[in-house]
């Protein structure tokens, strides 16, 4: 970014030399994202403020006993819940559903990683130590500081070396007997890279084009794909300028549904055992 705006795109570059574009998230919707979160909040804070009404109202009727007076029992009990909340409910919303709290996923907006890849509790953890300070002023820091940099990074995402990015529209799979929606491809496991036959990277790879394809022309696509399947086929003896288009895309399917099939055989598996 330069001057002051935040790009509509951000730019990973792998270690093949290949770039590919994933659009950031805007200050609005992050800024719905966080009023939806807030309000969520809130709500939670008023619930933890009744219960204290009522634990007051209790134990001015003697029924608990407690010799410091209710105020004291109440109010400690308020702070250390108010604390768990506050703290809480960004980094177990992240990292129980891969980088969306209930505001992002209403906004289809998520956090990863700089590089691409899905957030850690480390990460998680970082980014939401740092929100007291982004929400200064009513978040006028966070609003400042994605302002002035060029992935609208605030004070968290710069700490914990992560960014906020749209999720792609919707998207089927290729395969007719698997026609579900597809809007953020799961981390593999060890299973799926087996299954596959990729690396990590080349499978974040693959998965980032194959959700990204249908934004990108015809042209473009023609360009990318054989750049990001020559390692990938030259283990197998192969080279693109010997496939058609049209398997290589198809060849892209296949690799990824590998790991999935693997993945719901893995689970089938599992639920018939138990």
């Known amino acids: 970014m330069n001057g002051g705006a935040i790009d509509d795109f951000d730019v990973i570059e792998t270690p093949e030399n290949v770039h590919l574009q994933r659009r950031l998230a805007g200050i609005g919707s992050r800024f719905i994202a966080g ?31 407690w010799e410091n007076g209710p105020e004291l029992w109440a109010m400690a009990l308020l ?7 506050y703290w809480g409910y960004f980094v177990f919303f992240e990292l129980l559903t891969n980088g969306q709290s209930p505001g992002k996923r209403q906004q289809r907006i998520r956090v990863v990683k700089d590089e ?48 906020v990015v749209c999720e792609q529209t919707r998207e089927w799979s290729a395969r007719t007997d698997k026609k579900k929606e597809r809007l953020w491809e ?6 799926d890279l087996r299954a596959s036959g990729l690396s990590l990277q080349e499978h974040r790879m693959l998965s980032s084009y194959r959700l990204r394809r249908e934004q ?27 496939e ?22 893995e689970i089938r598996q599992g639920e018939t055992n138990s």
């Open 79 to 85: 702070i250390v819940f108010a604390f768990t909340v």
């Open 216 to 242: 990108l022309t015809l042209e473009a696509r023609q360009r990318l794909l054989p750049q990001l399947l020559k390692p990938i086929l030259q283990r197998a003896g192969r080279t693109p300028e010997e």
């Open 186 to 191: 799961p981390e593999p496991g060890t299973a």
């Open 244 to 265: 058609p288009f049209e398997a290589l895309e198809s060849y892209v399917d296949s690799l990824l549904d590998k790991g999935e099939d693997r993945r719901s055989d």
């Open 35 to 65: 009023l939806v979160d807030t309000l969520l909040i809130l709500g939670i804070y008023l619930l933890l403020l009744i219960a204290f009404v009522v634990i007051w109202s209790v134990e001015s009727l003697g029924y608990f006993g």
């Open 116 to 163: 691409g890849g899905a957030i850690t509790f480390m990460d998680v953890a970082v980014r939401n130590l740092l929100r007291p300070v982004d929400g200064f002023a009513f978040y006028g820091v966070a609003g400042l500081c994605m302002f002035v940099t060029r992935r609208g990074q605030r004070l968290g995402d710069l700490a914990a070396g992560t960014v």
